[in-house]
C-alpha cells in the first residue's frame, strides 16, 4: 500500500504538476482532482504559463499530452536551441521526464540556471533539481538545493518538499510540514507512514480526517 501512494504521489507531482505548470489553460481541469486543487492554487501564475497568443504557435505544449518516450526527441532538439519561452519549457518538461525514468545525471544539465531564465518556474526548478541529486546519490547536494528552497522561496508549496526531504534525518522539518502544509500530498504521505507504524495516534487521525477526507481508508477512519 505504502509503495502504491508513493507512485501515485508521484504521478501528482511530476505529470500532473508539469501540465499545471506548462499549460495554464489545464489548471481548470486538473482542479477536479481535489488535491491539486488545495495546494496548487498557492503557486505563482503569469503571462508565461497562461495561454497567450504567443502560445498558439508554440512547439512545446503540443507535446504535453505525448509519452515522454514519444516527445523526448523533439523536447531535446528544442532544449537545444536558443533561449525563448519554449526553449525553457522544454528543458523542464524533458529534465521532469528523465528523472521520472529514474536518469538524474542525464536531468541535471537541462535544470542548469534554468531558475535564473525562466524564475516563475524557480522553486519548481530546484526541487526537480534537488530530486536529481537525490537520484544520483548526492543528498550533500540535495540538501543545499532544499535549504534554498527553504531561504528564497518558504511561501511556496514545494517547500513541503523540501521539509519531507530535510526531515528524513531531522524529524522537526515533517513537524513543519506537518503544521503548514497539510494539504500538500506530500505531508499526507508522512502522516500515513507514521499511521502505518503506529495506527493509534488519534492526532494523526484526525488530521487525515480533516485534510484528506477522500484518501484510501480515510472513510473507515470517521
Not at 499530452?65 to 519561452?85: C, D, F, H, M, N
Request: glycine fraction near 6%; hydrophobic fraction near 40%; aromatic fraction near 8%.
Amino acid at each position: 500500500m505504502q509503495k502504491v501512494r508513493k507512485n501515485q504521489i508521484t504521478w501528482v507531482l511530476g505529470s500532473g504538476m508539469v501540465l499545471c505548470l506548462l499549460l495554464g489553460s489545464s489548471l481548470f481541469a486538473l482542479r477536479k482532482t481535489g488535491v491539486l486543487e488545495r495546494w496548487i492554487q498557492a503557486a505563482t501564475t503569469t503571462n508565461l504559463l497562461d495561454p497567450t497568443k504567443e502560445d498558439k504557435n508554440s512547439a512545446v505544449l503540443p507535446l504535453v499530452s505525448l509519452s515522454s518516450e514519444e516527445r523526448a526527441a523533439q523536447l531535446e532538439e528544442i532544449a537545444s536551441g536558443a533561449k525563448s519561452v519554449d526553449q525553457y519549457r522544454a528543458r523542464y518538461l524533458l529534465a521532469s521526464d528523465l528523472i521520472l525514468q529514474q536518469k538524474g545525471l542525464a536531468a541535471l544539465p537541462w535544470l542548469e540556471g534554468l531558475e535564473s531564465d525562466y524564475p516563475v518556474l524557480a522553486p519548481h526548478i530546484l526541487f526537480k533539481r534537488s530530486q536529481a541529486y537525490e537520484l544520483n546519490g548526492e543528498r550533500t547536494e540535495a540538501i543545499k538545493v532544499w535549504e534554498e528552497m527553504l531561504e528564497n522561496y518558504a511561501d511556496q508549496p514545494t517547500t513541503a518538499e523540501a521539509l519531507y526531504g530535510l526531515g528524513k534525518t531531522n524529524p522537526e522539518y515533517w513537524e513543519r510540514a506537518i503544521a503548514d502544509y497539510p494539504n500538500h500530498p506530500r505531508t499526507q504521505e508522512i502522516v500515513r507512514s507514521r499511521l502505518d507504524k503506529n495506527p493509534k495516534q488519534l492526532d494523526l487521525l484526525l488530521f487525515m480526517v480533516k485534510n484528506a477526507p477522500e484518501a484510501n481508508g480515510v472513510g473507515s477512519m470517521r
